[in-house]
T-cell receptor
Framework: GENVEQHPSTLSVQEGDSAVIKCTYSDSASNYFPWYKQELGKGPQLIIDIRSNVGEKKDQRIAVTLNKTAKHFSLHITETQPEDSAVYFCAASIRNTGNQFYFGTGTSLTVIP | GAVVSQHPSRVICKSGTSVKIECRSL??????MFWYRQFPKQSLMLMATSNEGSKATYEQGVEKDKFLINHASLTLSTLTVTSAHPEDSSFYIC????????????FGSGTQLSVL
């Protein structure tokens, strides 16, 4: 089955700096890679996603890159703000199936004002 | 984005009682819903996959007689924790896959269950 690894487990950055979280996956059949932000006591919120036929996608201060050959994808947050502090999860799945999503172990991001 | 409504957000119950958690997709249809359990500072642990109109598929180690899942419609799935015990205390989260795109997965806000 699929195995998703995520690093680092914790990350602290100064406000205004960039944050990068990296994930790797093992199953070459995976073709959909979402990222979720989870605040304390709440459910994960989808913040950005990318399909395997795209190398990069950007939405304001958030971007995701995908290297299908190396089977890794990354989340980039620029100009970080204190409200970006949360736990971020990457995931891998196969589109157009009822297959489960495989999640990374999460990264706790702290943005220091 | 699509909204998944989960209720209740918090429940405290006595040992031996049953608790029902509802998960509704408000503005989209979901043929597949997933139920997760999350321990503090840990990732999401899949409990079961629920498909509309059919029996749920449980992950290894999850007792199907204890965690009853019903997915009666394209917008509603329920998880019932039967005869709850303190070790069942946890954060339970549902999610729904958008039927239209069969791609994106949206989560409910979670239910914190505390069994006394």
């Amino acid at each position: 089955g699929e195995n998703v690894e995520q690093h680092p487990s914790t990350l602290s950055v100064q406000e205004g700096d960039s944050a990068v979280i990296k994930c790797t996956y093992s199953d070459s059949a995976s073709n959909y890679f979402p990222w979720y932000k989870q605040e304390l006591g709440k459910g994960p919120q989808l913040i950005i996603d990318i399909r395997s036929n795209v190398g990069e996608k950007k939405d304001q201060r958030i971007a995701v890159t995908l290297n299908k050959t190396a089977k890794h994808f990354s989340l980039h947050i620029t100009e970080t703000q204190p409200e970006d502090s949360a736990v971020y999860f990457c995931a891998a799945s196969i589109r157009n199936t009822g297959n489960q999503f495989y999640f990374g172990t999460g990264t706790s991001l702290t943005v220091i004002p | 984005g699509a909204v998944v409504s989960q209720h209740p957000s918090r429940v405290i119950c006595k040992s031996g009682t049953s608790v029902k958690i509802e998960c509704r997709s408000l503005d989209f249809q979901a043929t597949t819903m997933f139920w997760y359990r999350q321990f503090p500072k840990q990732s999401l642990m899949l409990m079961a996959t629920s498909n509309e109109g059919s029996k749920a598929t449980y992950e290894q180690g999850v007792e199907k007689d204890k965690f009853l899942i019903n997915h009666a419609s394209l917008t509603l799935s329920t998880l019932t924790v039967t005869s709850a015990h303190p070790e069942d205390s946890s954060f339970y989260i549902c999610s729904a896959r958008d039927w239209a795109t069969n791609e994106k997965l949206f989560f409910g806000s979670g239910t914190q269950l505390s069994v006394l």
